[in-house]
Nanobody, 121 residues
Framework: QVQLVESGGGLVQAGGSLGLSCLASGNIFSIDDMGWYRQAPGKGRVLVATITSDNNKKYGDSGKGRFAISRDDAKNTVALQMNSLKPEDTDVYYC???????????????WGQGTQVTVSS
């Protein structure tokens, strides 16, 4: 079994900051890309940020210049620091990871359960 658990969402005023964290656990052999998507009710998931196993980072349009993604491979975690938050950043945020399980086999994308981020004006 592999599980991703997010933490750190909540309510913040516009202009404030929030940090999200996601822990991957279970019978993990290796983790490739990790990252974050966001989703509004009734809509598809939209890229927020991704980070590869060699630390290359990519940001979606909404978070460029304001968000920072990082990972700690020793702890199997990925984090998203969100600064200068705006009401339009309000959504459910999902972490994901591309994981090979033990014993090594195909790589699959796993998702967390989602964490609500609400930015008040």
């Amino acid at each position: 079994q592999v599980q991703l658990v997010e933490s750190g969402g909540g309510l913040v005023q516009a202009g404030g900051s929030l940090g999200l964290s996601c822990l991957a656990s279970g019978n993990i052999f290796s983790i490739d890309d990790m990252g974050w998507y966001r989703q509004a009710p009734g809509k598809g998931r939209v890229l927020v940020a991704t980070i590869t196993s060699d630390n290359n980072k990519k940001y979606g349009d909404s978070g460029k210049g304001r968000f920072a993604i990082s990972r700690d491979d020793a702890k199997n975690t990925v984090a998203l620091q969100m600064n200068s938050l705006k009401p339009e950043d309000t959504d459910v945020y999902y972490c994901y990871a591309l994981i090979k399980k033990i014993p090594p086999g195909p790589q699959f994308r796993y998702w967390g359960q989602g964490t609500q981020v609400t930015v008040s004006s």
